[in-house]
């Protein structure tokens, strides 16, 4: 406990010396968590409500018995917030875990108190955008407009389906409505960062209503490459969100949604040298990335009659993307070399140099759900059905040229693999009121998911060693699962709810998603879990701040975890490997106190001790590490976060608001993923700590002219430690951004 509480204390510290100025005079202040027109206060009171739909229903946040974090769409514009990462160590235990093959945000999964962390081809945290699941290549949409994020904490499978062993993270947008919305956001920051965001809803005609969001961000990045010269991390992109309601009456509403969001790019995939800590890159071959993500999606609400309500949701998303990485991000020998054609992966002569990594990704998914909810009484009932269908089709590249240590000879490896995964559950949940003080609950989930995973490899080496060497890959498995949630809820006060759940969490099993033998091209197996867990959520002093706490412990089987396995030829394979058993102890706080009419104070923190129960990584026979007893790879233990709002008022709807933030995120430890690693081979990336400031002039019509300074205290932090592939030894991380300052303006039009 002690390890939390220091870096707390310290945070506030350091937030109650960013805010000192203003608190000889007194008044009152907190933090908007809807939306917000400028008064005299800081932000809202921590007494106003957040209503959140965790259950499929209205409800006030802390009248939701389970861990929920709620952030209001005008406090995530005010603070710069653009995706569910800079929500990082802010919603207690959800961090984004880097892949362990590399850094690329295609191979990233969002995790929650441990759990996620390795998570094969499907992720563990799935992300919803009004209702409708995400594919893993899609969770870090762009923020659109939106009225509210709700971050659910621990399994949410019986409501929100698949792919929720470890929490939800759902994102609602602002529906447009019969007033005029119009809205501007212009930003400019170091580094030539730019973004220009715009917004405008309202009537279109009887009972029809729409909306639409545009974004275009654009930064040159803070990396240097010094070989080829330029940035080595910028970035272009396009997003627009539209949607069009029609609610002739109101029994019925129905939303037709669609956006689509376009990026070039250049990804830091291995970073920087550490032993040189300068934000300095050395790649000697480099290409633009590119990712593409468009969807759209119908929701239907009907009031049928008798106090029940028909929800359907149809959607369908498709997302490409196309990633070239240096692979040892060194200068190597880029002596020209051809070799010949292999079909059907490579139908004429390739000719490259140095080596070079290109994968390129399409994502097709499609999702159906129906449910209907309704009140028998004392009970609240929900039922209902999903069926889902998911291609992925997946190319990667590899070659190396002549000349390049360690190799003999020039070689390619092309792979074409697709993964088939569709799927079909049904599920229910009850709430029994069965006083005005106590409530309890129970739900099921019946889930199926088959998995095909097609396609071929080809292994080609140049002389001296002459040599092809195919694989196919050709296999399927089905997987089935009923899972179990259960919770009681006591108030003893209005002010004071007391819960503890059960729920059981699973994940479907999978093909390993590039197979580089045929020892690896086999399913592994479906991960469940039960997770127990009791909490408070309590308000104070007169309903002027909020506490709450949640003790969990996560028993885990069937972990699914990809590891990186030498085989003593040119490169690694990738595979994911079942710890038979681990566990996760863990506590969670969140507070927000309102201490006069103009400050306010916000904290979180998150402490998960995960440990392998049963887990040996083996190389070989004569290489075999038992990793039992020890922490998780690829996650933090603590995560810190506090925050403190400060307001002036000028009167007359006008004030200075004056924030800061501070967070801590612990050590955390990588598998070392080399030609030469042994099994028991790993890295760590130390803790950090960050400070960003900001100071806003707030007036009427919403306008809000803001100048910030992100990591003020310019400190060099790092995530993905990982040596030289090839060579070992040299230590490459990927760094944290440095010190950065920006404005920002917003107005309503």
């Not at 359907?312 to 880029?334: E, P």
């Not at 002596?335 to 140095?354: C, D, I, Y």
């Not at 799927?423 to 019946?446: K, L």
């Not at 889930?447 to 060497?469: A, C, K, L």
């Amino acid at each position: 406990m002690q390890r939390i509480l220091e870096p707390l204390l310290r945070g506030l510290s350091l937030l109650t010396l960013c805010s000192s100025p203003a608190l000889a005079d007194s008044g009152d202040a907190p933090v908007d968590t809807a939306a917000h027109a400028a008064d005299d206060s800081a932000v809202a009171n921590a007494s106003d409500e957040i209503f959140v739909t965790a259950r499929k229903r209205a409800e006030t946040l802390q009248d939701v018995p389970m861990a929920v974090t709620a952030v209001g769409g005008a406090e995530l514009e005010r603070r710069g917030v653009q995706d569910v990462n800079d929500l990082t160590a802010e919603v207690p235990g959800l961090f984004t875990a880097p892949g362990s093959v590399n850094n690329s945000a295609d191979f990233a999964y969002l995790t929650m108190r441990g759990v996620g962390f390795n998570a094969g081809l499907e992720p563990a945290v799935g992300v919803f955008v009004d209702g409708m699941y995400l594919p893993q290549m899609g969770f870090d949409a762009s923020f659109l407009d939106l009225d509210r994020v709700e971050v659910l904490r621990g399994p949410q499978g019986t409501l929100f389906g698949r792919n929720t062993q470890g929490g939800a993270v759902n994102l609602v947008t602002r529906m447009p409505g019969p007033d005029l919305r119009a809205r501007l956001l212009l930003e400019a920051a170091q580094f030539d960062s730019y973004r220009l965001q715009g917004a405008i809803s309202g009537q279109i005609g009887a009972q029809l209503y729409a909306g639409i969001t545009a974004e275009h961000r654009r930064s040159d990045g803070f990396l240097r490459n010094i070989v080829g010269g330029g940035r080595q991390d910028w970035f272009r992109q396009s997003a627009v969100r539209g949607t069009l309601r029609w609610a002739p009456s109101d029994s019925i509403d129905v939303a037709l949604i669609g956006d689509w969001s376009d990026r070039d790019y250049n990804e830091a995939i291995r970073g920087v040298r550490l032993a040189t800590r300068r934000y300095e890159s050395v790649v000697d071959q480099d290409a633009p990335d590119r990712k593409d993500s468009r969807g759209g999606q119908l929701n239907v609400a009907a009031q049928l009659g008798g106090g029940v309500t028909l929800t359907s949701i149809s959607g369908v998303r498709y997302t490409s993307s196309d990633v070239f990485t240096d692979m040892d991000s060194r200068i190597t020998a880029q002596n020209p070399v051809t070799l010949p054609a292999s079909p059907p992966l490579a139908q004429t002569p390739q000719s490259f140099r140095g080596a070079t990594l290109d994968v390129a990704i399409q994502q097709r998914f499609a999702s159906q759900e129906l449910r209907l909810n309704g009140r028998a009484g004392s009970i609240d009932w929900l039922v209902g059905g999903y069926v889902f269908d998911q291609r992925q089709d997946q190319r990667r590249d590899r070659r190396v040229g002549r000349g390049v240590a360690p190799f003999p000879a020039a070689l390619y490896i092309y792979e074409d693999y697709r993964d088939d995964r569709d799927g079909v559950a049904a599920f229910a949940n009850a709430i029994y009121h069965v006083t005005d003080t106590i409530e309890a609950s129970a739900g099921g989930r019946w889930s199926h998911e088959t998995v095909v995973g097609t396609g071929q490899r080809i292994q080609v080496f140049g002389p001296p060693i002459n040599s092809v060497q195919p694989v196919v890959r050709d296999a399927r498995d089905d997987f089935d699962n009923v899972s179990w949630t259960g919770s009681i809820a006591y108030r003893p006060d209005p002010d004071i709810l007391l819960y503890a759940t059960y729920a059981e969490g699973w994940k479907a099993g999978g093909i390993n998603r590039f197979p580089g033998n045929a020892a690896s091209n086999l399913p592994y197996k479906d991960e469940s879990s039960q997770n127990y867990e009791i909490g408070a959520k309590t308000r104070l002093f007169d309903r002027r701040a909020t506490f709450n706490l949640a003790f969990y412990h996560i028993d885990i089987r069937n972990q699914q975890l990809i590891n990186v396995i030498p085989t003593g030829g040119p490169t690694p394979v990738s595979v994911v490997e079942s710890a038979a058993r681990a566990h996760v102890d863990g506590v969670e706080a969140e507070f927000v106190a309102t201490l006069s009419d103009r400050l306010q104070l916000r904290g979180s923190a998150s402490y998960s001790r995960s440990r392998f129960d049963d887990f040996v990584r083996v190389f070989t026979a004569a290489d075999r590490t038992d990793f039992s007893g020890t922490p998780f790879e690829n996650v933090p233990e603590t995560t810190l976060f506090a925050a403190a709002d400060y307001a002036v008022p000028l009167g007359t709807g006008r004030r200075i608001a004056l924030h800061a933030e501070y967070r801590y995120v612990d050590a955390i430890t990588y598998q070392d993923n080399t030609r030469a690693s042994r099994s028991g081979d790993q890295l760590t990336a130390p803790a950090y700590e960050r400070v960003d400031v900001s100071v806003s002039y707030e007036g009427r019509r919403g306008l809000r002219l803001t100048a910030y300074v992100d990591n003020v205290f310019d400190s060099f932090d790092y995530s993905f430690p990982s040596s030289d592939p090839l060579l070992g030894g040299d230590l490459f991380v990927v760094p944290l951004p440095p010190r950065q300052f920006g404005v920002r303006a917003a107005v309503d039009l």
